[in-house]
């Protein structure tokens, strides 16, 4: 069973609409929560991160947790082409000490 | 701020030679760091992660093994490859809310 879901698209969006990736995971002690970007052929980097329940936004970006139904979203508002990536989701447990665990990440493309 | 080092870029290799891939991270104290490989078009396979000096654990029983020798460096190693061990090679560090990942190392076993 794995322990971080992602769909992995490829989910098309037309450019300046709204973009929703979504991510569920199976361990229900997870408390640190990852969206990562990688562009082909490059190293992921890191979009932001959550914590708590409810929504968190930087610029153009919403990550959205749900610890109650298990799931993390990711909003990206007036999508770019540049936004053209795969989106990946990464879980972590209880502490600091915990291993961070990654879905095999949504292929998102934003057609002009 | 943080930064975190990875080498070598690419890296060709014959059946049966040792490896041994290097990062290092500044920045940061006590961070957590991990080793992920990536097959081409797949998502992230953890591979090692380490919270501390000499605190290694292994998420995949392979030819591979990692060791952590001072608080920020963090080195993958394999006495002899296999052709299944080609791929993308990346090692990530987090504390806290923060995370980062190396440039990575595309190791080609031939």
């Known amino acids: 069973q794995k322990e971080v879901e992602q769909n992995s698209g490829p989910l098309s969006v037309p450019e300046g609409a709204i973009a929703s990736l979504n991510c569920t995971y199976s361990?229900?002690?997870?408390?640190?929560f990852f969206w990562y970007r990688q562009y082909s052929g490059k190293s992921p980097e890191l979009i932001m991160s959550?914590?708590?329940?409810g929504d968190k936004e930087d610029g153009r970006f919403t990550a959205q947790l749900n610890k109650a139904s298990q799931y993390v979203s990711l909003l990206i508002r007036d999508s770019q082409p540049s936004d053209s990536a795969t989106y990946l989701c990464?879980?972590?447990?209880?502490?600091?000490?915990?291993?961070?665990?990654f879905g095999s990440g949504t292929r998102l493309s934003i057609r002009p | 701020s943080q930064t975190i080092h990875q080498w070598p870029a690419t890296l060709v290799q014959p059946v049966g030679s040792p490896l041994s891939l290097e990062c290092t991270v500044e920045g940061t104290s006590n961070p957590n760091l991990y080793w992920y490989r990536q097959a081409a078009g797949r998502g992230l396979q953890l591979l090692f992660y380490?919270?501390?000096?000499?605190?290694i654990s292994s998420e995949v029983p392979q030819n591979l093994s990692a060791s952590r020798p001072q608080d920020r460096q963090f080195i993958l190693s394999s006495k002899k490859l296999l052709l299944s061990d080609s791929g993308f090679y990346l090692c990530?560090?987090?504390?806290?809310?923060?995370?980062?990942f190396g440039s990575g190392t595309r190791l080609t076993v031939v």
């Open positions: 990464a879980v972590g447990g209880y502490s600091s000490a915990s291993k961070i665990i």
């Open positions: 990530a560090w987090t504390w806290t809310e923060n995370s980062g």
């Open positions: 959550i914590y708590s329940n």
């Open positions: 380490s919270v501390g000096i000499g605190q």
């Open positions: 361990d229900r002690g997870s408390q640190s």
